[in-house]
């Protein structure tokens, strides 16, 4: 059963990138290859603001917009939340069309929670 | 690695219904083969309030209800959030038992959040 | 694919410890073989309060610590809440090291919900 229990944690982990690469990115856009989506399903209004520098596309909206992806570029999904199934949906697709991806550990709600830069919602 | 994300995705997000589909059995309760259960392990007092149509059995008490339940259904267990390991638990009873059982997509928060249709708790 | 789910469920809910063992243990603390580890990144004034008794080692610091931990004891590492990945880092690395681990369902989120007992932070 630990065999188990650790092969789940490894493959389980390795979907998820944490904030401190994200950061680092944001330092140097235009040197990075990490692109932020937010792919929360919500009207700019509602969203309020998002993770400075982030792409929305709507995780709804995601399969009619993965030709306009750089397979070269390493994306980076979120939704409000750590506890939705939405940045897994988009992170899934992601995957299944060969992209580089990961979801954010902690999602937004983690983002905001260490006060990390956040900008309006586009 | 990638074959084991997207497998471990794959199996992860077949265990969640979103709220589009729950909100559909809604309309037309008594066609629906939907059942939500709230599988919350505490009083009405503390729930509160609970999604709209939804039948209160905890978690801790579920193994005692199992015959009470039909293997026609379909059951979508709730617990508070996405974060906790209750509705999970309830599932797998549920799943290996036979019944045909989702839990729901970002939980009784998520739910909350999207401002859908609550009642008093039962 | 019903098989796969209940293998999934299996073994994700083995990561997992609920909050009665650990109660449990806080009676008897000096019998118990029940160790709380706050993994927590976040210095004391931060964090403010703690679960009660638990043993304060920051994730980014646990592989310095491994050698102060004792393979009789069961630890049970936590987290602000359930939808971070840090406690399942934790936890990665105690069951690597073939130490007994659990993650705590509910997280410290969960817990205070529950209004059980806390201490300030260490």
């Known amino acids: 059963m630990e065999t188990k229990k650790i092969e789940l944690l490894e493959t389980y982990l390795s979907l998820y990138i944490d904030h401190f690469k994200v950061l680092e990115s944001l330092k140097n856009p235009d040197d990075s290859d990490i692109v932020v989506l937010d792919v929360r399903n919500a009207p700019k209004q509602v969203k309020g603001d998002q993770i400075k520098g982030a ?6 909206d995601l399969a009619d917009h993965l030709d306009e992806l750089d397979h070269d570029k390493t994306y980076v999904v979120y ?3 750590g506890g939705t199934t939405l940045g897994k949906t988009a992170l899934l ?15 937004l709600e983690g983002w905001k929670g260490m006060k990390l830069p956040l900008e309006p919602a586009k």
């Open 55 to 60: 792409l929305p596309i709507a995780a709804k």
């Open 79 to 81: 939704d409000w939340t």
């Open 93 to 107: 697709m992601l995957l299944s069309h060969e992209f580089k991806a990961f979801e954010l550990a902690g999602a």
